[in-house]
């Protein structure tokens, strides 16, 4: 082959991670040997491919093909190879927030009966993923993943307002406690400043304290043991309340502003078992359940 195969997965993973010293760290190179890579590649190419601006990587938009088309090549062999070698058939290893996870996939998971015979992992995934084959084969993020994967929506967020089984709905006591997810000190409470004004109760802000909890599961369990008042995603509640740990303070649900998206790399979507995953999840997704 023409190409130095190196010098263009290289080139492919410093796209990814928009920078030297990210792809340096995955590939466990030094950034010199990075560099030396992709002026042999521009040599071999013939033309510039990336361009610095201070300390900033700008592709040209044949290197952006380039490297888009790469990330799909590079995903396809990696598959080919599992396949191959067989160490991941009947795996399906699906990687999802903590509070998409818990709230929706799980709860839901038993009802997909095709997948009974499959052997599901189920990964937390942090804010910012590694979105490597090596990780997982499906995975659920708050935006669209680009770059050799398809994305689909599966749902908008809502938040819904819940309390302890002994307090009373849509009573708001004077000085009750509201629990914030925003935790900087100069923003706690905006989500309820939000939530009083969506559904008209700002009266309910009036002498009210605020804590905070750095994530929505954290802030239903508060709920639960009646500490307060907490707004949480839609999804996440509706267990509790089916089983009354907790209670809906107020039937408005709040769009938050983020949506939840199911990715599949590109050159894998048509695997069995992840296609039929994943036919399942819009399904369901789709019907509402």
Partial sequence: MHYNIRALQIFECVYRHGSIIGASMELAITPSAISHQLRHLRIQVGEGLIEKNGRKLIFSQRGIRLAQSLSFAFSHIQSSVSQSVGDAQGVLRVAACSCFGSGWLIRRIKQCTKLADLNIQLKMQPYDPDLGDATADVFFTYEPLKDGFWSTKLLDEELVAVTGPDRSPAKCEPRCTLISTNLDHRKIGEDWVRFADFVQRKEMLQGASFVGASHYIFALEMA?????????????????????????????????????????????????????????VRRTASQGA
């Fill in 224 to 280: 639960e043991h009646s500490l307060g008042i907490s707004l949480v995603p839609h999804f996440l509640a509706e267990g509790a309340v089916a089983k009354r740990r907790v209670v809906l303070w107020h039937q408005g649900r709040m769009p938050s502003g983020r949506s939840y998206f199911m990715n599949i790399k590109q050159a894998r979507r048509h695997e069995p078992q992840i296609r039929d995953f994943a036919s399942w």
